[in-house]
């Protein structure tokens, strides 16, 4: 039988069958090629070259792919967004990282504002991890801009373990980090994982050799519960995959006036007296103030493509300091006092009560 071969970028088996499926290459080019040349399937061509593709493919189980994966690793680079954290903190890993090397890169560090500093978030996430039972060491990253990369770098190096299995949900920027990494040790000629600004980008495992033997195993993301942005189009997923610092912004409501992201979610304060919020969007979108009467209207104005029609609406109350988190959308902080409050968002989206990732700690 051939030798399956598969996509460089991405990692799917190539096939010449089916253009509606990952691996896609017509016939000519994957007959034509020769054994050894690194190949890359039209999807991610199109990704690497135009930044862009129409449709979600259908793609393998992500589950099935990282299990087999988990057989091989003895290290686990386990990826987390700092942007998006509870909604990619990765519960379901607990039992598997037993016995194996663990360490948590936190990635995105960039998002951060300016004003944040980066051994403060560290500590914020430190104490986030002990909550959720997670052990490992922490090293705080930006797969983007390279901060923090020689350290893991030199931390993988000086380990006994050689294959490392990157891990995480989806958009997290797994494939970023290994990408960047590659660059630092000028093994780019071999080619490089896609990268997408949305999820479901890589659908196999894909491994890198590194220097001193160090293999990195590249994974499709698994698909975190009730997270907003795998339930939207590509067009609305990018839009909330935050490319540069995140937006920040303060307002002042009152019982008539609340925030709303059209189309996905409405947050209003239940109160007789003014109150300060903050808002925290990715930077291509952000919390609109509005007057409460107008709510059903503007959460009438989403996308066509992925119209919301199941919403639930919840009395929360927002203790001060803390962040109200829609899980892969943003976040609204309470900040003068413990804040009472309402929110809609769809029905299948998960949310959180934290302490405020940015602003004021009592550490
Ligand atoms: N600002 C910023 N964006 C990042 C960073 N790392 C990755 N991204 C962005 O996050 C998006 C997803 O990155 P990928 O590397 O494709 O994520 P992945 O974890 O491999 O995703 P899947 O393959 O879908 O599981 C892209 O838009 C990246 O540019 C980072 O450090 N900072
Ligand atoms: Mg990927
Ligand atoms: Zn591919
Ligand atoms: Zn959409």
Same mark, same amino acid.
């Given at each position: 039988?051939?030798?399956?071969?598969?996509?460089? =970028?991405? /990692?799917?088996?190539?096939?010449?069958?089916?253009?509606?499926?990952? /691996?896609? &290459?017509?016939?000519?080019? &994957?007959?034509?090629? /020769?054994?050894?040349?690194? &190949?890359? !399937?039209?999807? !991610?061509?199109?990704?690497?070259?135009?930044?862009?593709?129409?449709?979600?493919?259908?793609?393998?189980?992500?589950n099935?792919?990282i299990a087999?994966g988990l057989q091989w690793a003895e290290g686990l680079l386990i990826v987390v967004d700092l942007?998006d954290f509870e909604a990619s903190i990765p519960l379901g890993l607990r039992q598997f990282s037993k016995g194996k090397k663990t360490l948590v890169v936190v990635n995105k560090i *960039?998002?951060?504002?300016?004003?944040?500093?980066v051994s403060e978030a560290q500590a914020w996430v430190a104490k986030q991890l002990a909550k959720y039972g997670i052990a490992g060491e922490i090293v705080m990253v930006?797969?983007?801009?390279?901060?923090g990369i020689?350290e893991l770098q030199e931390t993988l190096f000086g380990l006994p373990q050689k294959k490392w299995l990157v891990i995480g949900a #989806?958009?997290v920027g797994k494939?970023?980090l %290994?990408?960047?990494?590659?660059?630092?040790?000028?093994?780019?000629?071999?080619?490089?994982?896609?990268?997408?600004?949305?999820?479901?980008?890589?659908?196999?495992?894909?491994?890198?050799?590194?220097?001193?033997?160090v293999?990195v195993s *590249?994974t499709?993301g698994f698909?975190p519960e009730?997270?907003?942005?795998?339930?939207?189009?590509?067009?609305?997923?990018?839009? @909330? #995959?935050?490319?540069?610092?995140?937006?920040?912004?303060?307002?002042?409501?009152?019982?008539?006036?609340?925030?709303?992201?059209? =189309? @996905?979610?409405?947050?209003?304060?239940?109160?007789?007296?003014?109150?300060?919020?903050?808002?925290?969007?990715?930077? *291509?979108?952000?919390?609109?103030?509005?007057?409460?009467?107008?709510?059903?209207?503007? &959460?009438?104005?989403?996308?066509?493509? !992925?119209?919301?029609? *199941?919403?639930? #609406?919840?009395?929360?109350?927002?203790?001060?300091?803390?962040?109200?988190? %829609?899980?892969?959308?943003?976040?609204?902080?309470?900040?003068?006092?413990?804040?009472?409050?309402?929110?809609?968002?769809?029905?299948?989206?998960?949310?959180s009560?934290r302490e405020?990732l940015?602003?004021?700690k009592?550490y």
């Amino acid at each position: 039988m051939e030798k399956q071969r598969q996509c460089r =970028g991405c /990692g799917s088996i190539l096939q010449s069958q089916d253009p509606q499926q990952v /691996g896609y &290459l017509p016939e000519h080019l &994957l007959a034509d090629a /020769g054994a050894d040349k690194d &190949l890359i !399937c039209q999807r !991610c061509y199109k990704l690497i070259h135009y930044g862009q593709v129409e449709k979600k493919s259908e793609a393998p189980d992500p589950n099935r792919v990282i299990a087999a994966g988990l057989q091989w690793a003895e290290g686990l680079l386990i990826v987390v967004d700092l942007m998006d954290f509870e909604a990619s903190i990765p519960l379901g890993l607990r039992q598997f990282s037993k016995g194996k090397k663990t360490l948590v890169v936190v990635n995105k560090i *960039d998002l951060l504002p300016s004003r944040t500093k980066v051994s403060e978030a560290q500590a914020w996430v430190a104490k986030q991890l002990a909550k959720y039972g997670i052990a490992g060491e922490i090293v705080m990253v930006s797969a983007n801009s390279g901060q923090g990369i020689i350290e893991l770098q030199e931390t993988l190096f000086g380990l006994p373990q050689k294959k490392w299995l990157v891990i995480g949900a #989806t958009s997290v920027g797994k494939s970023t980090l %290994i990408s960047r990494i590659l660059k630092r040790e000028n093994l780019v000629g071999k080619g490089s994982p896609t990268v997408a600004r949305f999820p479901g980008t890589t659908v196999e495992r894909v491994q890198w050799e590194l220097k001193y033997g160090v293999i990195v195993s *590249d994974t499709p993301g698994f698909v975190p519960e009730g997270r907003l942005l795998d339930q939207l189009c590509i067009k609305c997923s990018q839009k @909330l #995959t935050p490319a540069k610092e995140i937006n920040v912004k303060v307002y002042n409501l009152n019982a008539e006036s609340g925030l709303v992201v059209p =189309g @996905l979610v409405a947050f209003r304060p239940i109160t007789a007296i003014e109150e300060m919020v903050i808002g925290f969007t990715a930077s *291509d979108v952000s919390w609109q103030r509005t007057k409460v009467n107008k709510f059903s209207s503007w &959460l009438a104005k989403g996308c066509k493509h !992925c119209a919301i029609k *199941d919403w639930k #609406t919840i009395e929360l109350d927002i203790p001060q300091n803390h962040d109200l988190v %829609i899980h892969g959308l943003g976040w609204v902080s309470a900040r003068r006092r413990n804040l009472k409050c309402e929110v809609t968002i769809p029905a299948s989206v998960n949310y959180s009560i934290r302490e405020n990732l940015i602003g004021v700690k009592n550490y």
